[in-house]
């Protein structure tokens, strides 16, 4: 049977409007505190679990891991290493913004044993990257995605589609933008209102209105085909 492992890291340095996951703004987090709860959590789990098949993933997701410090990360791999250990083709993901600052940790992250980022891209536009709330831009994106092809074996972005306003051209033209990048992954999101999150009060006092269904479904329809 294959074995995976999901660690969660809730830090995030903003909160996405349409975000409903469990993430939290923070400027700082203790990384001491929060190493010994996590390998406490993992010892737990490998009793639990009470088998010793080795992982064949670990995935980091948050929130934004890419601000977890490289060596807590290096620490946690070898605790599941430890563990568990490894299959011979172990995937170990961390989601990570493209930005500046982060993509500055990929080779240390890469060091620490992650073999595939997956970058919340999200858009390829300014405008839809500051509607989407992202700190972000798309040029700052596209060198991020640079640095990380050249660190990691594999590389997936994110892209949010059906924003107010898309057109059936505008999304083609960004997915053939997108298939030219080179990656292996795509994760292609349908842009939904979630309850209690900052785009569901938005519509329901009127700043936008989400796309209507059908628009959104010809949408989806075009992505599979492109």
């Not at 993933?57 to 977890?68: A, E, H, K």
């Not at 051209?169 to 292996?184: F, K, M, P, S, V």
């Not at 009060?201 to 989806?220: K, S």
Request: with cysteine; proline share 6%.
């Amino acid at each position: 049977m294959a074995r995976a492992l999901y660690i969660h890291w809730p830090f995030c340095i903003a909160k996405c409007p349409y975000c409903d996951f469990n993430s939290h703004v923070r400027k700082t987090a203790e990384t001491a505190v929060w190493k010994d709860a996590l390998i406490a959590d993992m010892r737990h789990e490998h009793v639990q679990a009470n088998s010793e098949e080795p992982l064949t993933s670990i995935f980091f997701g948050g929130g934004t891991p890419s601000l977890m410090p490289p060596s807590l990360v290096a620490e946690l791999i070898a605790e599941a290493d430890r563990l568990w250990g490894f299959d011979p083709a172990v995937e170990i993901t961390l989601e990570a913004n493209p930005s500046s600052v982060e993509a500055a940790n990929f080779a240390d992250l890469a060091m620490a044993g992650v073999n595939r980022v997956s970058l919340g891209v999200q858009s390829l536009h300014d405008e839809a990257l500051r509607f989407l709330g992202r700190l972000h831009g798309a040029s700052e994106a596209l060198q991020a995605l640079e640095v990380a092809q050249r660190h990691f074996k594999r590389v997936s972005i994110d892209l949010i589609y059906a924003r107010p306003g898309q057109t059936e051209a505008d999304w083609h033209a960004e997915l053939g933008r997108a298939l030219a990048l080179g990656t292996d992954h795509m994760s292609l999101y349908q842009l939904t209102i979630e309850p209690s999150t900052r785009f569901a009060t938005d519509v329901r006092q009127g700043v936008f209105a989400p796309l209507e269904d059908d628009p959104a479904a010809d949408l989806f329809a075009l992505t599979p085909a492109k």
